[in-house]
């Protein structure tokens, strides 16, 4: 089935570690993006790209690093940089053009 | 910076009732609008899209939302809510000068009373 998966569903990792969310797309979406959802505050930016070997910040790209050597491949590792890292992240992807996102199941991580 | 605003952050109703969730962005160009929604244990899904034409537009689960670009709006509308539609709504803009950047407003909870 065509989609975007991210894993792991809930993810523990100890204070000053950093860690690594996968996401994956088999859609053969050029955009892919990462979302931080917190309670009251909606979905907030963190990285986008838009074509492989490529990517830019968006609005708390702070404390954050992505990579995209595969267009199917977008993961996001959260530092020891970030200085509130527990929260809801959600990865999504779309074509180019007008088109709308799909978003994956989202990952829980809670840091410790 | 673009920015999208949800003013209602909490809504409660009971079944039947009509329901209008407020969104705005701060923009004057080309927009494309979404309305998602997030059930509870269950992803992001798409409701409804604006990208051109007809202003008001009409989604799945007799949602309908209405583009009124005078008052930089996209407001969401159902005329009877169902204790199922109790989830978290999403409005998103993508703003035309700013390339594949989806900004989303802050969300509103529904809950719809049985």
């Known amino acids: 089935d065509g989609g975007i998966t991210q894993s792991p569903k809930y993810l523990f990792r100890k204070e000053g570690q950093n860690v690594t969310l996968s996401c994956e797309q088999n859609?053969?979406?050029?955009?892919m993006y990462w979302y931080r959802q917190d309670p009251g505050q909606g979905l907030r930016l963190i990285y986008y790209?838009?074509?492989?070997?490529?990517?830019q910040k968006g609005d708390i790209a702070e404390g954050y690093s992505v990579s995209r050597e595969k267009k199917e491949s977008f993961p996001l590792t959260v530092t020891s940089a970030q200085k509130n890292p527990t929260a809801f992240y959600l990865c999504?992807?779309?074509?180019?053009?007008?088109?709308?996102?799909?978003f994956g199941q989202g990952t829980r991580l809670t840091v410790v | 910076a673009q920015s999208v605003s949800q003013h209602n952050h909490h809504v409660i109703l009971s079944e039947a009732a009509s329901l209008e969730l407020g969104c705005n962005y701060s923009?004057?160009?080309?927009?494309?609008l979404f309305w998602y929604v997030q059930y509870p244990g269950q992803h992001l899904q798409l409701l409804l899209k604006?990208?051109?034409?007809?202003?008001l537009v009409k989604g799945i689960k007799g949602f309908e939302a209405e583009f009124i670009k005078s008052k930089f709006s996209f407001n969401l509308r159902k005329p009877s809510v169902q204790w199922s539609d109790t989830a978290e709504y999403f409005c998103?803009?993508?703003?035309?000068?700013?390339?594949?950047?989806?900004?989303f407003g802050g969300g509103t909870r529904l809950m719809v009373k049985p």
């Open positions: 998103a803009v993508r703003f035309n000068n700013a390339g594949n950047m989806l900004t």
């Open positions: 790209s838009q074509i492989v070997n490529d990517f």
């Open positions: 923009y004057g160009g080309t927009v494309n």
């Open positions: 999504a992807s779309r074509s180019q053009g007008q088109s709308e996102a799909f």
């Open positions: 604006y990208f051109s034409g007809d202003p």
């Open positions: 859609l053969n979406h050029d955009a």
